[in-house]
């Protein structure tokens, strides 16, 4: 197996440097990898998402792993926030919903130490915290404490 390793725009992987020249020598199905790609990666459209592409040159198989971009840069793009606070415990750029702390919690399930959308929820909100980024109207910490406390359990079924 050879692994190519690339970052691609989300849905915007093309034949082109670096997947093409990569993969050509390889003898697979450029076109079939890039569909793929960006069928995988077009809920991530408008980010930079780290991507794996696993081929075994002898059968000509490959396998598309695809990983995640950055929590802050899902909730930037999530809330529209061009950069997070400088001073994060005082200064609050902006606000975050708990809808939306699920989208997000459930799009980065598989790339975070949590297995259970409300764990991974208190990270999202974790990462906020370090943005200043408020949840709900709140700080950050009150709102991990309300999760902590079952506050917010119908919202985060799941």
Known sequence: ?????????????????????????????????????????????????????????????????????????LIKKEIGLDKGSGNPKVEFKADISIEQVKKLAEMKLDNLASYKIKSAAREIIGVCNSMGVTVGGKPAKEAQKDIAEGKYDSQLAG
């Open 1 to 73: 197996m050879v692994d190519i390793k690339v970052l691609v725009e989300g849905g915007k992987a093309s034949a082109g440097a670096p997947l093409g020249p990569a993969l050509g020598p390889l003898g697979v199905d450029i076109g079939k990898v890039v569909n793929q790609i960006n069928e995988k990666t077009k809920g991530f459209s408008g980010m930079k998402v780290p991507v794996t592409v696993s081929v075994d040159a002898g059968s000509k198989t490959f396998e598309i792993l695809v990983g995640s971009p950055p929590t802050s840069a």
